[in-house]
């Protein structure tokens, strides 16, 4: 003999906030769009920093298609606070800043490299003296004067 | 003399918060906290909140309290050490404000305009890099020795690469490339969290 357990409709359609809270998922509910019972990991996360009631609060004070978005960002906060509880996502805001300082220092001491080379072309492209013309010829061997300027050359 | 004759609305509400503000002073001996001020209960003398919460900045606690929640932040503060709390509670103070002025991404806002911030720099700092390595190129072989520099470009464009994978967590590089392209709805300045002068205590 089988036995027939009653089917309930409502269980297999509840979202995962009503399966947590154990209610019925009423049609309208708020949270179900966001909160699929897929993903249990995503409700249980969220809640335990800002809590169901707060959620749902949030979710009514802006629109309808900026709902997902603010689910994602509340999600990825709660995430980065469980794996650091201390500093949570603000560590990588200041992680980021930190890069940028960098980042910023070696543009700003690439830029000044550069204006050094172009110093440095500028004045070897200049015409060569009258002197130096002239020992080219005698050698009749151009040797390929070197850059006075060189640091090497002495 | 008109200003002071005039006699003020008596607020029934107010005297009723002043008299239980009293009854707190004489219980606890001291003014209760921000939080229990709010709360409208006793501070105890081992609150977890009074540390960190003085009564004389109230909108502290007030906007912990509407975006977290008083009950979720006790949890989170009992479930760290005395030592790391007060940095906790900074970190919340300026999620629960990033969340304010940017109810839809809050602090999710911020990360993203940081990692293009990130992005164009290290493109400038590349394309800088590529025209040194031109100058060079155009100056000819009788310049600096180019070994010796072109090493040390190799290193920074080495070090660029590396840095430009190591900016957040795994988790945060799975998360993040959906937020690449928000640019936050708010025009606030984004300080550095950890800096004292700026949004901390």
Redesign the interface.
């Known amino acids: 003999m089988y036995r027939f357990h009653k089917l309930d409709k409502t269980t297999s359609t509840r979202c995962a906030v009503c399966k947590y809270f154990r209610r019925r998922c009423p049609q309208d509910c708020i949270f179900a769009p966001y909160f699929p019972n897929d993903n249990p990991h995503k409700f249980t996360c969220v809640h335990r920093f800002y809590g169901a009631s707060n959620i749902a609060k949030m979710l009514e004070e802006i629109p309808v298609q900026l709902r997902a978005h603010l689910v994602e960002s509340l999600y990825y906060e709660a995430t980065c606070r469980i794996q650091d509880p201390v500093y949570g996502c603000v560590g990588i805001i200041s992680s980021l800043h930190r890069q940028i300082q960098i980042a910023q220092s070696q543009l700003a001491k690439t830029q000044a490299e550069i204006s050094v080379l172009d110093a440095n072309f500028v004045v070897t492209n200049e015409p060569s003296s009258s002197l130096d013309e002239s020992l080219v010829q005698q050698n009749g061997v151009d040797h390929g004067l070197d850059d006075p300027f060189n640091p090497w050359f002495y | 003399m008109e200003e002071r004759q005039r006699v003020q609305p008596i607020d029934e509400e107010e005297l009723a918060r002043d008299r239980e503000d009293q009854i707190y002073i004489e219980l606890a001996g001291s003014s209760p906290c921000a939080s229990c001020k709010l709360l409208r209960r006793r501070c105890a003398k081992d609150c977890i909140f009074a540390p960190y919460f003085p009564p004389d900045d109230p909108h502290k606690f007030a906007i912990v309290h509407?975006?977290?929640?008083a009950?979720?932040v006790s949890k989170?503060l009992q479930?760290?050490p005395i030592h790391?709390r007060a940095?906790?509670v900074s970190?919340?103070v300026?999620?629960a404000n990033a969340r304010m002025r940017d109810?839809?991404?809050?602090?999710?806002?911020?990360?993203s305009y940081?990692?293009n911030?990130?992005s164009q720099?290290?493109m400038?700092?590349a394309v800088?890099?590529a025209?040194?390595l031109c100058?060079?190129m155009?100056?000819g072989p009788?310049?600096?020795?180019t070994t010796h520099h072109q090493s040390l470009v190799d290193c920074?464009m080495k070090s660029?690469l590396l840095?430009g994978n190591n900016?957040?967590?795994d988790?945060?590089d799975q998360?993040m490339p959906?937020?690449m392209s928000y640019t936050s709805s708010s025009n606030n300045v984004?300080q550095?969290?950890?800096k004292r002068e700026s949004l901390w205590t």
């Open positions: 509407k975006v977290f929640g009950s979720n989170m479930e760290l790391q940095d906790a970190s919340l300026y999620e109810p839809v991404y809050g602090c999710v806002g911020a990360i940081l990692q911030q990130v720099l290290q400038q700092l800088a890099q025209e040194i100058i060079q155009q100056q009788h310049e600096l020795p920074d660029l840095s900016n957040s967590s988790f945060g998360m959906q937020f984004i550095d969290p950890l």
